[in-house]
């Protein structure tokens, strides 16, 4: 019963969709504003009844019903309640399911908070949004229901790899899809601006908040399966460049040029067709990469028609969305014209290089993720692209980008001017130079080019960062969230990239044999093996070594790793043992014994590698803060006037 | 004129990859359902214990070098491992195919009595138990079946149990194709 009155939510769920976008996009072309009033209704409705499909699956979910396929293809009886809540989001049908309430939810935001906003053009906005919402629900219910009946029931469901069990991996992906769909948000307010010829400013202003907050969810979401990656699957890294990151990194890197062409649009007015592209390639990016992954389409080539009446529809979906998007931009935009001008060193400049530097990053990870598509479909034979490509080419547009980040954000609007904090900006980057040479001296080495380069840059970022806050507080004026967003998000780049250019080039590892008191030295710190001792389990025994590792003579950490012996399967197996501090990661593992108290180890060091996760948390952090920023709740009525003016000129008649 | 072209440039490109995706769309269908990237590709390595001598290790890539042969993922805890068992044992007799059981997060003791109270279809059996190499090979639940030609390219996956018309509609017409 509980399927069945979640599949009739969705049916319902979609009806109210179509009522939505019909209402939101044809209402405004008539005179009544009722029509324009039904819009918010259809819109909570909707949410109700997908919060309902939702609720059912969960709780077929929890109630362990296999007769329900999903849940007998992604549960069993032994699966802990929490992973059986999380499974919901654990394959194809389940995930689109969490993609439209997500959707959903972000309309509800917007609806709620912009009240303040003309009415015709929100409207317009939740019928863009309606419209998203109709395609999802038709290719859930016609392609991809998850409420499907098994007949026989089976007795159990089938169980899932315990690796896939992990709470980081759990919470991922609503993280990546609140971020994903919190895209097109901007990308409807993109298309009603479009469809109302209303052009100015306003709208990129109201874009901001949404833009940056989907922007955050993404850094968390992405930072999550890197995390997971690392700790859990112990690949030894934390970025593959695999299809599925990576089609989750093209719509960021976008986002994240799309944050600072909106800021550009909003206080100057200018690249506003620039902007206007970015706010359709961010979301389509978005769906291609959800559709891509979710249907296997770029794991593999041949994976694209999974199901050959999906891929169709998947097709067919793009077409009409982003092809649409882009014959309306293609339409409007040359009616746009920027009359203001700016000096080669403004901030204008500087975020118009930060843009095309972003958007070079991102299409060369495009070109890198779909040639094995593009040799494949053109008969050219299978090829393979891997880090060799994506390493070299991604530092390309990065290294310049990450060297501009902090002038860039200090220079002023229109003149190039640093102003008064000039000095400042020059002196953290003096001091960051100096300690990166510093800790390339003492700590590290100057074997790798990139190292001293990177930490420079990296270094030079974060405090730049904070020159701004600084001299604020100093001079006893107030702090804006917006500032501090800005000021926290650019720190944790200047960390992240502290980190990936430390791990990257300073990771060392080594196998080697170790007898009882020898040690070795593996970067600035020695390994002693200090011989081995039985130990024992509930059900195993093990051989446990004793390596005590020491830094410039200082106990830092004593490792316990095991060779197990499980008594019941009779079977071997290793269990490394990994010290983490905030500074480096230590990781031994044991090999073999060469007999006489002689050892094989495995040795890792990997510094910093916690900098990498501590940079995404503080990017999110500086994000949510900015997004909230108060100055972008709207005033109840002044901006309404101003901006039915602006429709007026734009559509050259009286509103 | 000229202005409006700089603007439909981005609608090009777009028209090129909606191309591009359907030509892979139209070369699909044959391909049916997809189950694995892996397809096309080497066997990733495999190398686990024995389960009736977990002191041994096997490396799939050098027993069956040269063989077709098929790797099977089971265990005790899969009620649809039990259906297939039937169907396995049966094909790997009928047809002489080497089958590589891989036992999956299990009881050693509990799969060494399985096999003796359902019979034995595998030529091996190995362990698998932190996981490690079934994410290697991409096994997302329990019954999966791997088709491997001589070369050690991954020819065929079967997600869910595996029944005799599967195997002569899905299996076999790829081994005789390739002139085996």
Known sequence: MIPEIGHYALILALLLAVAQSAFGLLGPLSQRSRYLDAVPFAVAGQFVFTALAMGCLVTSFVQFDFSVRYVAENANSALPIFYRVAALWGAHEGSLLLWIFVLSL????????????????????????GLLSVGFLLFTLA?????????????????????????????????????????SVAFAFACAAMIEGRLDQAWARWTRPWTTLAWAFLTAGIALGSWWAYYELGWGGFWF??????????????????????AVTDKRGLFKSWTLLLAISGFS????????????????????????????FILAFLVIIIGGALTLYAWRAPLLRSDAGFELTSRESFLLFNNILLVIAAAVIFGGTLAPMVSDALHLGTLSVGPQYFNPTFLLPTLPLLALVSVGMHSGWKRGNLGRVRRPILGTL????????????????????????????????????????????????????????????????????????????????RDTALAQGAQTTLGSYSFRFDGTAPAEGANFSATEATVTVNQNGREVA???????????????????????????????AMGEDLGQGKWSLRLQVRPLIQFVWFGAIIMMVGGVVSGL??????????????????????QGQAA | MKALNRFVLPLGGFALLVLLLAIGLRQAPDKGIIVSPLIGKPAPALR????????????????????????????????????????????????????????????????????????????????????????????????????????????HKKVGGLTLDIWQREFLPLMTRSGS
């Not at chain 1, 460049?241 to 909106?262: C, G, Q, R």
């Not at chain 2, 039990?82 to 080497?98: D, G, N």
Request: with cysteine; aromatic share 8%; net charge negative.
């Open chain 1, 285 to 312: 990016l978005s769906l291609l990469g959800t559709f891509l992954v979710r249907s296997g389409v770029l794991v593999s080539v041949h994976s694209f028609a999974a199901d050959p009446a999906r891929g169709i």
């Open chain 1, 241 to 262: 460049w695999d299809p599925v990151e990576n089609a989750s990194f093209m719509p960021w890197l976008v986002a994240t040029a799309l944050i600072h062409s909106l």
């Open chain 1, 558 to 588: 004593v490792l316990k790793p095991q060779k197990r012996n499980y008594w019941v399967q009779q079977s071997a197996m290793t269990e490394a043992a990994i010290s983490s501090s905030w500074n480096r990661d230590l990781f031994v």
């Open chain 2, 48 to 155: 686990l214990p024995l389960l009736n001598e977990p002191a041994v290790m096997l490396d799939a890539a050098e027993t069956f070098r040269g063989r077709w042969y098929l790797l099977n993922v089971w265990g005790t805890w899969c009620p649809e491992c039990r259906y297939e068992h039937k169907a396995l044992t049966e094909i790997s007799q009928r047809y002489q195919i080497p089958v590589l059981g891989m036992d999956w997060k299990d009881d050693d003791a509990a799969a060494r009595e399985w096999l003796q109270q359902l019979g034995n279809p595998y030529e091996q059996v190995v362990t698998d138990h932190e996981g490690r190499t079934a994410i290697a090979w991409g096994v997302y639940g329990a019954p999966e079946t791997y088709l491997i030609n001589p070369a050690g390219i991954i020819v």
């Open chain 1, 143 to 183: 392609t991809s229901n998850p409420f499907l009946r098994l007949d026989p029931a089976p007795p159990d469901g089938r169980d899932l790899n315990p690796v896939l069990q992990d709470f980081a991996l759990a919470i991922h992906p609503p993280m990546l899809y609140t971020g994903y769909v919190g895209l």
């Open chain 1, 629 to 650: 920023d108060r100055r972008y709740k709207l005033p109840k009525t002044a901006p309404v006037a101003a901006a039915e003016t602006a429709t007026a000129d734009a």
């Open chain 1, 430 to 509: 003096v001091l960051a130079v100096a300690l990166a040479l510093a800790l390339c001296a003492g700590a590290y080495d100057f074997s790798v080019m990139l190292l001293p380069v990177g930490l420079a840059l990296g270094l030079w970022i974060a405090l730049a960062a904070l020159v701004d806050p600084v001299d604020r507080l100093r001079r006893g004026l107030s702090l804006p969230a917006g500032i501090v967003g800005m000021s926290l998000a650019h720190i944790g780049l200047g960390v992240l990239t502290i980190g990936i250019t430390v791990v990257q080039s300073v990771t060392v590892e």
């Open chain 1, 106 to 129: 972000w309309t509800v935001a917007v609806t709620l908070r912009s009240r303040s906003l003309p009415p015709q053009f929100v409207a317009r906005v939740l019928g863009v949004l």
